[in-house]
C-alpha cells in the first residue's frame, strides 16, 4: 500500500509560481507513472500532467502545457509539478496520482488527499 502526500499549494498572484511536491511511502515509485490531477471549486477532477516510470515521457492537458513542468525524482520517491504563469482558473485542488504501472495509460490505483492552490487577480 502506497501513501501520497502533497505539499506546496498555497495563495499566489495571478503570473507567480509555485511547485508542488508529491512523497510517497510504502512503496518505491520508480516502477510506476505518476500523475497530478485538479478539481476548481464547483467542477469535477481533471487531468493536468503525468509522467512515465522512468521520467522519459510526460503528458499535459492543453490548458496547462508550456506553463507546468512535471517531473520526478525516484531517489526521493517525490514527484514535482512546477507551476509558472498561474492564472485564477489554475484555481483547485490539486492531487497527486500512481498509475498502476510504469505507463500513465493504465489506471490510476492510489490517490493523495490534495493541496489547495489559489491564484488571485
Known amino acids: 500500500q502506497v501513501q501520497l502526500v502533497e505539499s506546496g499549494g498555497g495563495l499566489v498572484q495571478a503570473g507567480g509560481s509555485l511547485r508542488l511536491s508529491c512523497a510517497a511511502s510504502?512503496?518505491?515509485?520508480?516502477?510506476?507513472?505518476m500523475g497530478w490531477f485538479r478539481q476548481p471549486p464547483g467542477k469535477e477532477r481533471e487531468f493536468v500532467a503525468a509522467i512515465s516510470g522512468t521520467g522519459a515521457n510526460t503528458f499535459y492537458a492543453h490548458s496547462v502545457k508550456g506553463r507546468f513542468t512535471i517531473s520526478r525524482d525516484n531517489d526521493k520517491n517525490t514527484v514535482y509539478l512546477q507551476m509558472n504563469s498561474l492564472k485564477p482558473e489554475d484555481t483547485a485542488v490539486y492531487y497527486c496520482a500512481k498509475y498502476q504501472d510504469s505507463s500513465y495509460t493504465t489506471p490510476r490505483d492510489s490517490w493523495g488527499r490534495g493541496t489547495q492552490v489559489t491564484v488571485s487577480s
Open positions: 510504502g512503496r518505491n515509485l520508480s516502477s510506476y507513472a
